[in-house]
T-cell receptor, first 113, second 115 residues
Framework: GESVGLHLPTLSVQEGDNSIINCAYS??????FIWYKQESGKGPQFIID?????DKRQGQRVTVLLNKTVKHLSLQIAATQPGDSAVYFC????????????FGKGTKLSVKP | ETGVTQSPTHLIKTRGQQVTLRCSSQ?????VSWYQQALGQGPQFIFQ???????GRGNFPPRFSGLQFPNYSSELNVNALELDDSALYLC??????????????FGPGTRLTVL
């Protein structure tokens, strides 16, 4: 696998603030993108997804933005809560399905009460 | 809770040994994918099984193999273990939809340590 350091990028925010987590994806042919949340000792949990024919999608307290020109994805979390503290991964897939997910390196979100 | 279960939760092996990890998929899901997650990294796709056959494989050597059973549960086998195989192994189950594989639901993983 790819060689990366053990230290994840970390984003530290105050409870109640908005959080923005960024991700650069690798494959210009990818047409489906997903954000996952992974808490310590657990598997990744689906948050929100977006297809390449959209540039924005909103869920409950979360918004995903897709910029295909620069191959960039972002996750915005409104009114961040302590329970949002986790590692967040973006993942990409192509062919209109999730058959083979390619995960990014992850960002650790730390919410200060 | 996703309904995907994995066993064992933790496992310690020595170099050269063989290991089998197990996964029970969520009810109604017929596709199972396996991922390896090294410490501090994102999960990496190993392979996927659908209808008891391998249906896609990532950049992993042949000593990583799998099975899927008629009840859609799955096994991951790793032969000739190496130190670098130490990782969290994740199983994800998903339904097969008309447009392809649906959302993947992950289990809690098996933590493998190779000494």
């Amino acid at each position: 696998g790819e060689s990366v350091g053990l230290h994840l990028p970390t984003l530290s925010v105050q409870e109640g603030d908005n959080s923005i987590i960024n991700c650069a994806y690798s494959n210009s042919a990818s047409d489906y993108f997903i954000w996952y949340k992974q808490e310590s000792g657990k598997g990744p949990q689906f948050i929100i997804d977006i297809r390449s024919n959209m540039d924005k999608r909103q869920g409950q307290r979360v918004t995903v933005l897709l910029n295909k020109t620069v191959k960039h994805l972002s996750l915005q979390i409104a009114a961040t809560q302590p329970g949002d503290s986790a590692v967040y991964f973006c993942a990409e897939a192509y062919g209109g399905s999730q058959g083979n997910l390619i995960f990014g390196k992850g960002t650790k979100l730390s919410v200060k009460p | 809770e996703t309904g995907v279960t994995q066993s064992p939760t933790h496992l310690i092996k020595t170099r050269g040994q063989q290991v089998t990890l197990r996964c029970s998929s969520q009810s109604g899901h017929n596709t199972v994918s396996w991922y390896q997650q090294a410490l501090g990294q994102g999960p990496q796709f190993i392979f996927q099984y659908y209808r008891e056959e391998e249906n896609g494989r990532g950049n992993f050597p042949p000593r990583f193999s799998g099975l899927q059973f008629p009840n859609y549960s799955s096994e991951l086998n790793v032969n000739a273990l190496e130190l670098d195989d130490s990782a969290l192994y994740l199983c994800a189950s998903s339904p097969r939809l008309a447009g392809g594989v649906g959302e993947q639901f992950f289990g809690p993983g098996t933590r493998l340590t190779v000494l």
